[in-house]
T-cell receptor, first 115, second 114 residues
Framework: DAGVIQSPRHEVTEMGQEVTLRCKPI?????LFWYRQTMMRGLELLIY????????DSGMPEDRFSAKMPNASFSTLKIQPSEPRDSAVYFC?????????????FGPGTRLTVT | GNSVTQMEGPVTLSEEAFLTINCTYT??????LFWYVQYPGEGLQLLLK?????DKGSNKGFEATYRKETTSFHLEKGSVQVSDSAVYFC?????????????FGKGTKLSVKP
């Protein structure tokens, strides 16, 4: 069992550039979550999907952020243009919902640094 | 409202000391409760869970009991090790139109000194 896979693990980019973070959930899970973690704000839910459909995107900070889930095995979080305040660790998590007790399984995260 | 409240850290203990990290929740009904652990540089991992009142979750020497009377789910360990140094998150399921979502506490950082 490979768990949740995220790529890249580390990303360093310059302000104004486009950043795309990728996530492969655990096979069979129908919920996918994107979180952001910083020292100042802690763990924040950005958006989550159920059966590839976005359910709640109220945590997405602004229009520069967008997320897609074109199929059950892949999701992207895009930041365009990036800003230094976007520097954080971004986690993807997946869950089987009530059928599996609602546990979420987290990926290792992508550490984003915007200079 | 619906929330999860944890004791603020950091918590610093000596090896073999007893650990308690308090967690209380507010909710309508009796949601499943969880403790997650985040080791440095890693994602959150499920540590233990309880799905109904009076259930006790346990794993790796950690325990937590679902107390509906006090709406609490305190994490305990009888003898901590240096390797337990991590950030611990309490969480509960949010059923309010968002099935499968979890509400997390702010996390409590634990440092165990040899």
């Amino acid at each position: 069992d490979a768990g949740v896979i995220q790529s890249p693990r580390h990303e360093v980019t310059e302000m104004g550039q486009e950043v795309t973070l990728r996530c492969k959930p655990i096979s069979g899970h129908d919920y996918l979550f994107w979180y952001r973690q910083t020292m100042m704000r802690g763990l924040e839910l950005l958006i989550y999907f159920n059966n590839n459909v976005p359910i709640d995107d109220s945590g997405m900070p602004e229009d520069r952020f967008s997320a897609k889930m074109p199929n059950a095995s892949f999701s992207t979080l895009k930041i365009q243009p990036s800003e230094p305040r976007d520097s954080a660790v971004y986690f993807c998590a997946s869950s089987g919902g009530r059928g599996t007790g609602n546990e979420q399984y987290f990926g290792p995260g992508t550490r984003l640094t915007v200079t | 409202g619906n929330s999860v409240t944890q004791m603020e850290g950091p918590v610093t203990l000596s090896e073999e000391a007893f650990l308690t990290i308090n967690c209380t929740y507010t909710a309508t009904g009796y949601p499943s409760l969880f403790w997650y652990v985040q080791y440095p540089g890693e994602g959150l991992q499920l540590l233990l869970k309880a799905t109904k009142a009076d259930d006790k979750g346990s794993n790796k020497g950690f325990e937590a009991t679902y107390r509906k009377e006090t709406t609490s789910f305190h994490l305990e360990k009888g003898s901590v090790q240096v390797s337990d140094s991590a950030v611990y998150f309490c969480a509960r399921v949010n059923y309010g139109g968002s099935q499968g979502n979890l509400i997390f506490g702010k996390g409590t950082k634990l440092s165990v000194k040899p």
